[in-house]
């Protein structure tokens, strides 16, 4: 079984600081992605990596970037959280056959 | 721009009753289309894609490139198919650019 493992499930950070979040993913997958979950929003795509030291703009990268340093580990960075960022934060990796994996998620509140 | 659409935020049947989710698309060439589900405390998984034209726990999904639809169907609702669904399209990168997701129905089914 794919196994997309994020760092934190809960995870609480005071306005301006910053945050880390880590997600590993065990299956040798070339392609990871960032996306936040919100009631009502649906899942909208961060950031993306098809290879290791590339990233790719998502749909809303405002107020994030990404470090992709080993093809297992993608992380995203707020560098100076937001309370506009308290959110569900869901990893995922493909090999590009479409089935995407998704991680638990990492429940960020800023306060 | 590519977009996904499910007008029913929420939707609620009666066991043994049919279920039909609605999912619209917008974008201008040959979508790759799913359903993701999300069962509660679970990760999101992929429920079914169009171009595997499967059945799956009973549920299956048309692509209607006419009207630009990809409604998922159930006959008979069970209690367990209570979640939340999520339309999802993958546009030419084959899925490797991330998928845009619809805002999702909350499907509850009542004894």
């Known amino acids: 079984d794919v196994k997309v493992t994020q760092s934190s499930r809960y995870l609480v950070k005071r306005t301006g600081e910053k945050v880390f979040l880590e997600c590993v993913q065990d299956m040798d997958h070339e392609n990871m992605f960032w996306y936040r979950q919100d009631p009502g929003l649906g899942l909208r795509l961060i950031y993306f990596?098809?290879?290791?030291?590339?990233?790719e703009k998502g749909d809303i990268p405002e107020g994030y970037s990404v470090s992709r340093e080993k093809k297992e580990r993608f992380s995203l960075i707020l560098e100076s959280a937001s309370t506009n960022q308290t959110s569900m934060y869901l990893c995922a990796s493909t090999t590009g056959t479409y089935e995407q994996y998704f991680g638990p998620g990492t429940r960020l509140t800023v306060t | 721009a590519q977009r996904v659409t499910q007008p029913e935020k929420l939707l609620s049947v009666f066991k043994g009753a049919p279920v039909e989710l609605k999912c619209n698309y917008s974008y201008s060439g040959s979508p790759e289309l799913f359903w993701y589900v999300q069962y509660s405390r679970q990760r999101l998984q992929l429920l079914l894609r169009?171009?595997s034209r499967e059945s799956i726990k009973g549920f299956t999904a048309d692509l209607n490139k006419g009207e630009t639809s990809f409604h998922l169907k159930k006959p008979f609702a069970q209690e367990e198919d209570s979640a939340m669904y999520y339309c999802?399209?993958?546009?030419?990168?084959?899925?490797?650019?991330?998928?845009?997701f619809g805002k999702g129905t909350h499907l509850i089914i009542q004894p």
């Open positions: 990596s098809y290879d290791v030291k590339m990233k």
């Open positions: 169009h171009i």
């Open positions: 999802a399209l993958s546009g030419s990168g084959g899925g490797a650019d991330g998928l845009t």
